[in-house]
T-cell receptor, first 113, second 112 residues
Framework: EPEVTQTPSHQVTQMGQEVILRCVPISNHLYFYWYRQILGQKVEFLVSFYNNEISEKSEIFDDQFSVERPDGSNFTLKIRSTKLEDSAMYFC???????????FGSGTRLTVV | QKEVEQNSGPLSVPEGAIASLNCTYSDRGSQSFFWYRQYSGKSPELIMF????GDKEDGRFTAQLNKASQYVSLLIRDSQPSDSATYLCARGRGSTLGRLYFGRGTQLTVWP
């Protein structure tokens, strides 16, 4: 079964450092998303991406965040200057245009110290 | 208001019983509803989606949607210990291709 692949699975970084989280969506999917889940809390939307541009972003997705699809397969989330409160599981997701739900990647656990 | 509310549980049922998970939402513009299962430390896995009023069945799972009452539920028949997980309700607004709003989840334990 096709999978969304995320790397790394766990990243520890110092406050103020830049991190890049990487995702390889399912190959025939056209819509890409980043969500995050702080420990014990709900899954929160960050940003959606379609046709090489952001289609929607939440209030969480401020100027510290950016997304990129640098080639035909990768989809990245960059956090420029990490804060302690950025510690969370970050999930990449993708979907086809059939509207039958997302497929989530296995996640990257980001720990900011 | 974009909230999705779920009874937080924990819900505990014996093996073989029916587990009933409930979800309410406040945005009448919601068009699509999804149930995800999330094991501890893992990513959400899609179980079912439902767009139309009524019931939708898939194996041991039945999703029920009542848009007038702004209520969606998930029934799990013949519950198994492997069903023990947190169940996330999510809704989409308007286009089915947009962002999802998640509830906090209901923790289900199925004991042998």
């Amino acid at each position: 079964e096709p999978e969304v692949t995320q790397t790394p699975s766990h990243q520890v970084t110092q406050m103020g450092q830049e991190v890049i989280l990487r995702c390889v969506p399912i190959s025939n999917h056209l819509y890409f998303y980043w969500y995050r889940q702080i420990l014990g809390q709900k899954v929160e939307f960050l940003v959606s991406f379609y046709n090489n541009e952001i289609s929607e972003k939440s209030e969480i997705f401020d100027d510290q965040f950016s997304v990129e699809r640098p080639d035909g397969s990768n989809f990245t989330l960059k956090i420029r200057s990490t804060k302690l409160e950025d510690s969370a599981m970050y999930f990449c997701a993708s979907r086809s245009d059939r509207g039958d739900g997302y497929t989530f990647g296995s996640g990257t656990r980001l720990t900011v110290v | 208001q974009k909230e999705v509310e779920q009874n937080s549980g924990p819900l505990s049922v014996p093996e073989g019983a029916i587990a009933s998970l409930n979800c309410t939402y406040s945005d009448r513009g919601s068009q699509s509803f999804f149930w995800y299962r999330q094991y501890s430390g893992k990513s959400p896995e899609l179980i079912m989606f439902i767009y139309s009023n009524g019931d939708k069945e898939d194996g041991r799972f039945t999703a029920q949607l009542n848009k007038a009452s702004q209520y969606v539920s998930l029934l799990i028949r013949d519950s198994q210990p492997s069903d023990s997980a947190t169940y996330l309700c999510a809704r989409g607004r308007g286009s089915t291709l947009g962002r999802l709003y998640f509830g906090r989840g209901t923790q289900l334990t199925v004991w042998p």
